[in-house]
């Protein structure tokens, strides 16, 4: 899988039935809002507005299907735990997500994000504990890595690992879209991920 590929945007959907028909492996993106999933998205294919659409209304709630290049499709699957959001809303979130990790046959494995700042939400933990009990392939990243002094960043990453239950064989990895730091490493991992599957 090469780094910077052309991307296109395929489309949103709610229910299996709306997914795009396709045999490539997904990549689904998942996290609590305002994590830094649109600038992950952007900088991972270097696009400035890639995400945008996702973030456009009406489909902000939705899952968006992207086409990376004729090798994989990033899936953005729409954010948790924005007050914002009507209850209505919300009770649809959990069945439409629940109902994409099932149809697992395409997904590769999925990125949950975290913010490096804090530590994760019951949310996280329900996604983590989600993501082991369908036994997808989980790859975790730090968001917003470059507002963390260097000397507690081992300490922050101590702590996401300890909440979650991440194990050492598993990637956790920091991340900053403002510096550009990981993102090679969040490729590469991507990249052995899927081949593995
Ligand atoms: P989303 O809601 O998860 O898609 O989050 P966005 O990508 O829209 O980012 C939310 C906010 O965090 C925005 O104000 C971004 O500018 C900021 N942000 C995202 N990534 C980074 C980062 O790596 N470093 C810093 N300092 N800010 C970031």
Request: hydrophobic content about 40%; overall charge positive.
């Amino acid at each position: 899988m090469k780094r910077v590929q052309s991307v296109r945007f395929i489309k949103s959907a709610v229910s299996p039935d709306q997914y795009p028909q396709h045999s490539l492996p997904e990549i689904a993106f998942i996290g609590r809002s305002n994590v830094g999933k649109s600038s992950l998205l952007n900088a991972l294919v270097r696009k400035k507005n890639l995400a945008r659409i996702s973030n456009t209304p009406g489909r902000t709630q939705l899952i968006n299907f992207f086409a990376v290049g004729e090798t994989c499709y990033f899936v953005d699957l729409p954010g948790y735990g924005f007050a914002k959001v009507p209850e209505s809303i919300k009770k649809q979130w959990q069945p439409m997500i629940e109902s994409y990790l099932y149809r697992n046959e395409h997904l590769a494995c999925v990125v949950l994000l975290l913010d490096a700042r804090h530590t994760p939400t019951r949310h996280d933990m329900s996604m983590r504990e989600w993501l082991q009990a369908y036994h997808i392939p989980a790859i975790f990243v730090a968001t917003k890595i470059d507002k963390i002094p260097k000397t507690k960043r081992r300490k922050h990453l101590k702590t996401i690992r300890e909440t979650l239950g991440v194990q050492s064989t598993e990637p956790l990895l920091p991340f900053s879209a403002l510096t550009g730091e990981g993102i090679q490493t969040v490729w590469k991992t991507i990249y052995n991920t899927t081949a593995a599957t």
